[in-house]
């Protein structure tokens, strides 16, 4: 059955940089767009991207051009994000999802999530 | 940037069904989805491609595109329906996505 596992919680300070990474099992890695999409306490859903794994390339939201950078590892199905100059506003839950394309956009797998929490 | 517009909140009694709206200017041009989800899990997608419904689906949830708006039906609702619930398509190019602002959705 198609996994998403994601890594641990991560505690960060005001202008560090995080990075997350979401391991894919139980279908072919290379067949789906992998997508982040964060959650602040008590917020909505919030898209940042997605990468193809293909070939590497990604499409960043653009309220986090600049900031975020996606990559994937085929040896290992993982992809990674990377979030830069992290500020309290980027306090939020990180997930991972896959939308295969005969499901038109939509996301039919989630990662269990991983909390980032930027605090001085 | 593109915006996707729902209601902050739904309440509806056991049985009764609840209707959720989402408009977005580029609705007529891409598929709509919708998510259920539940206090300090993931989002669960419940409908796809406008009007599909994954396996495991309660036939409870139906969804219909009209224009520039989709709309979420949960005929008879049940309390374990209650939970906040966000629709997601894309822009017109198709190559940013968008969720919703999300729906309360409360089981009287």
């Known amino acids: 059955q198609v996994q998403l596992v994601q890594s641990g919680a991560e505690v960060k300070k005001p202008g560090a940089s995080v990075r997350v990474s979401c391991k894919a099992s139980?279908?072919?890695?290379?067949?789906?767009?992998i997508h982040w999409v964060r959650q602040a306490p008590g917020q909505g859903l919030e898209w940042m991207g997605r990468?193809?794994?293909?070939?590497?390339?990604?499409t960043y939201a653009q309220t986090f051009q600049g900031r975020v950078t996606m990559t994937r590892d085929t040896s290992t199905s993982a992809v990674y994000v990377a979030l830069s100059s992290l500020r309290s506003e980027d306090t939020a839950m990180y997930y991972c999802?896959?939308?295969?394309?005969?499901?038109?956009?939509?996301?039919?797998?989630w990662g269990q999530g991983t909390m980032v929490t930027v605090s001085a | 940037s593109y915006e996707l517009t729902q209601p902050p909140s739904v309440s509806v009694s056991p049985g009764q069904a609840a209707r959720i709206t989402c408009s977005g200017d580029?609705?007529?041009?891409?598929?709509a989805c919708w998510y259920q989800q539940k206090p300090d899990q993931a989002p669960v997608l419940v409908m796809y491609?406008?009007?599909e419904r994954p396996s495991g689906i309660p036939e409870r949830f139906s969804a219909s595109s009209s224009g520039t708006t989709v709309t979420l039906t949960i005929s008879g609702v049940q309390a374990e329906d209650e939970a906040d619930y966000y629709c997601?398509?894309?822009?017109?190019?198709?190559?940013?996505?968008?969720f919703g602002t999300g729906t309360k959705v409360t089981v009287l």
């Open positions: 997601q398509s894309a822009d017109n190019s198709g190559t940013y996505q968008v």
């Open positions: 990468i193809d794994p293909t070939s590497g390339t990604t």
């Open positions: 139980g279908y072919t890695f290379n067949s789906y767009y």
């Open positions: 580029a609705l007529p041009k891409q598929y």
């Open positions: 491609k406008d009007s």
């Open positions: 999802a896959i939308s295969p394309i005969i499901m038109g956009h939509a996301f039919d797998h």
